[in-house]
Structure formats: C-alpha cells, structure tokens
C-alpha cells in the first residue's frame, strides 16, 4: 500500500513551501507574532490568492475542491514554516463544517466569502470542562419566539478577535450524549458577543474566550438539522 503523496499533493507541498519561504520567514513569523491579534492582512491576502482560503470549498462555490488530505498537507507546511494564519481555525475545521453539514442556502450564502477571503469562521466548542466528547458540550440555547437565545462562553477558541463568523457547537437535547449536540451559525457582530483573549503558550495563534449574553439565533442559523451536529464535528 502506497501512503505517499500524490503528485499533485506533492505540487501543492512544494509550492506552499516555496510561497512560505519567501512571505513568512522567522523575521515575519516574529513580527506578526507580536501583533496583538498574530494576524497580517496582507499575508493572509497572499494566501488568498494562493488558493488556499477554498482549499476544501466546492469548485462551484469557488474553492479549489480539494480534500481533507490535502489541506493537511499545506498545514504541514503553515506549520513547518510556525506561520500565523487562520488556515486551521477557518479554511479547514469552520469550512468543513459547513461543506458537510451546511443547506444549500447557507453553503451559497457562506462558502464563497470564505474562499474569497472576505468571511473568517472559527469554531467555538470547547467549554470550561475541556473536554473533546460529547458530554463537554453543555451551553444550553433557551427557546424563544423567532428561534434561540444563546447565553455562556465558550473558551479556547482560535482567531475569535478576527473572526466573522462563529460555528457554536450547542446542546439543544436533553441528556449529555450525541444525540443533543448542535451546530449554529453565529455571525461576529450579533449583539451580545464579546470576545476576550486568553494566555496561550502558542504566541503564533491567539485563544479567546468567547461570551454570549442572551444573543438571538434565528432557526436559519441551524447547521445540519437540530440535534445532528456531532456526527460532524467528530470529523474534526
């Protein structure tokens, strides 16, 4: 059995190290690292146009159509090179997310801008017991007319400062199991969310606490059907 990289992959490998070599040296590395957000808006501009924003977006939606091998293949490289970027946190686990999981009105209305570079998504799940399994997740949305209201925090989340769109992984079930988990689609400037970083030992990406105070969720914000998010996010 070969477990090489294809040609292609190979291609992609050279090419995102040759790029990094040349935009991302130690000395970039360095300064963007001492930005407060370790982010540069030109550098993620180049990798725009590198591609790599839509490295797992549909070729329809304008993305390069490409898999989840092949974005750990230029994540290798992102992290070879310790360049600061929201690769990881939007173009592979927020996209994926939403390819997988997303309607064909929220695939449309959020899959282009991510590609394109004009929406950064992260994912919020982690939650104060730190835990990967279905039982962490615990922030509970009380219903309400015209959809959810979403009160709690959720911790560790990458690039939450610079990011426009949340993926808030929720528990709209009773119990504690699978079943109940669900995804929601929470743009960054809904009123009531504050964001506010966390120490991390990482200083290449930023954590942040991210906190919601009675924010409303309309029903369109659910991602993948109520109560089916962690056949999805187990993915991840």
Sequence with gaps: MDFGLTSDQQMLADSAREFLAAESPATTVRRISEDEHAFSPELFRKMVEQGWTGILVPEAHGGLGLGMLDAAVLLT?????LTP?????????A???IVSAGSAVQKKQWLPKLASGEVIATVAWL???????????LLKPRRARGGLRLSGSKLFVMDAEI?????????????SGEAGVSLLLVP???P???VTPLPSIDVTRRVYEVKFDDVAVPPTALL???GKGWKHLAKL
Excluded: K, Q
């Design 224 to 226: 993948g059907g109520e």
């Design 192 to 194: 009531g969310i504050s």
């Design 188 to 190: 960054r400037d809904t």
């Design 163 to 175: 990011a426009h769109l949340f993926v808030v992984a929720v528990r709209t079930g009773a119990g």
């Design 77 to 81: 490289e992102l992290g070879r090179s």
């Design 95 to 97: 996209t994926s997310l």
């Design 127 to 137: 939650e104060e017991g730190d835990r990967l399994d279905p039982g962490g997740v």
């Design 85 to 93: 970027a929201p690769i990881l946190s939007s173009a592979v686990l």
